[in-house]
């Protein structure tokens, strides 16, 4: 358990701090409510599962490898998370309205295109893989320690999102919400272009 302890507070940090996916699934919470931000919360562990696995079998050697490669997911991730933005702001040009609830699908797939999951999933495999194991048996062990830390990091931030959800009953308010959240998304994607 002692040699496990530095992969789960790892996982703990990059799982709890603010990113993209916790920054939608606030906002899922707020907007849907808990059960409206399942979809969202499992889309993202899967998403986050199948990238540890796929990267500790090797393709995170290839963005290592091809900075360019890597170079080219930023200005991707980046892109879809503009894209995202606007969503969550519920921004239209002439009026405003309550964003669409984000899918399973949309948030498993997001994984492809946010950056702070790939380095999360390359640090997985390049720091955090035991040397003993097969490379299937420690993909699957870094990936589940991953899902069982992310899951409750991912339901607190929607979570958090249901908590303010009273504060947000006037239009108004929850309008600045969403702004305000798809500001921050914006930002990130700016940080990301660095």
């Known amino acids: ?3 496990l302890l530095p992969l789960m507070s790892y996982c703990l940090v990059m799982s709890g701090t603010p990113g993209p996916n916790n920054v939608m699934l606030a906002t899922s919470g707020a907007n849907f409510g808990y ?3 399942q979809p969202a919360i499992l889309g993202i562990q899967f998403g986050v599962f199948v990238q540890t696995i ?3 079998f090797g393709l995170g050697s290839v ?4 900075p360019r490669a890597q170079q080219a997911l930023h200005i991707a991730g980046s892109l ?3 894209y ?4 969550l702001s519920g921004a239209s040009i002439g009026e405003a309205h309550t964003p669409k609830q984000v899918s399973f699908a949309q948030a498993a797939i997001f994984q492809a295109l946010n950056p ?3 380095v999360k999933a390359v640090t997985l495999a390049s720091v955090f893989m035991p040397p003993d194991l097969s490379t299937l048996n420690g993909a699957l062990l870094v990936a589940t320690i991953g899902t069982l830390i992310g899951t409750p990091c991912s339901i607190m931030w929607a979570l958090f999102g249901v908590s303010i959800r009273n504060l947000l009953k006037d239009s108004f308010k929850q309008r600045a919400f969403n702004l305000t959240m798809g500001a921050i998304l914006l930002t990130l994607a700016i940080l990301f272009l660095r």
């Not at 963005?63 to 091809?66: R, S």
């Not at 995202?84 to 969503?87: D, M, P, Q, S």
């Open 84 to 87: 995202l933005a606007y969503k």
């Open 116 to 118: 702070k999951s790939w």
């Open 54 to 56: 796929v990267t500790c």
């Open 80 to 82: 879809y998370l503009v």
């Open 63 to 66: 963005y290592i490898a091809y």
């Open 1 to 3: 358990m002692t040699e």
């Open 35 to 37: 059960r409206g931000a």
